[in-house]
């Protein structure tokens, strides 16, 4: 079935690095463009970052961007969120979504959980 | 940016009645292209959200016709024509028509 698992959020003091990855399995990632959400404690949802089914465009948004850099390895059905100069505000729990027809954000994941204290 | 803001932001509602929350964009929501990429989510408590209806009124796979979408330019809702158990949670409006994309604040549907 259609797949999305991210992994490698924790617990890390601001100022330092985190690296987000996400598997995809189910369908040809390949064909797909995707995106990485977030969801602070009890906040709504913001978009973070997408990246185009063949890489070959990105777009961040500004509360990130400069910081945090989106990748993927379409022969390992992979994709990264490469998070640096963390903030407490970065503190989130983040999915990792495929964008689907019609720009709908049409599969998401379980979501990996970052914090950002001291 | 666009801004989306939805209305109420909670829903004290009765099984098997009605349900509407609308949502209104800063900036019309139609693309060079002709769409208008305005999309509904659902969360449940604990879970990632799940796509509802896409394009202003198309409902995505699996989701019961009970949900409808309607709406353009920058007036959209959603209505639930019989709310059931399962439906509560937190409903979002997205708009995907121009990047950043950007959310709803949500709005809590709870049963009475």
Known sequence: Q????????????????????????????????????????????????????????????????????????????????????????????????????????????????????? | DIVMTQTPLSSPVTLGQPASISCRSSQRLVHEDGNTFLSWLHQRPGQPPRLLIYKISNRFSGVPDRFSGSGAETDFTLKISRVEAEDVGIYYCMQATQFPWTFGQGTKVEIK
Not at chain 1, 23 to 46: C, D, T, Y
Not at chain 1, 68 to 96: H, P
């Open chain 1, 2 to 118: 259609v797949q999305l698992v991210e992994s490698g959020g924790g617990v890390v003091q601001p100022g330092r690095s985190l690296r987000l990855s996400c598997a995809a399995s189910g369908f040809i990632f390949s064909n797909f463009g995707m995106h990485w959400v977030r969801q602070a404690p009890g906040k709504g949802l913001e978009w973070v970052a997408v990246i185009w089914h063949d890489d070959t465009d990105r777009y961040y948004a500004d509360s990130v961007k400069g910081r945090f850099t989106i990748s993927r390895d379409n022969s390992k059905n992979m994709m990264w969120l490469q998070m640096n100069s963390l903030r407490g505000e970065d503190t989130a729990i983040y999915y990792c979504v495929r964008w689907g027809n019609d720009r709908a954000l049409d599969v998401w994941g379980q979501g990996t959980t970052v914090t950002v204290f001291s």
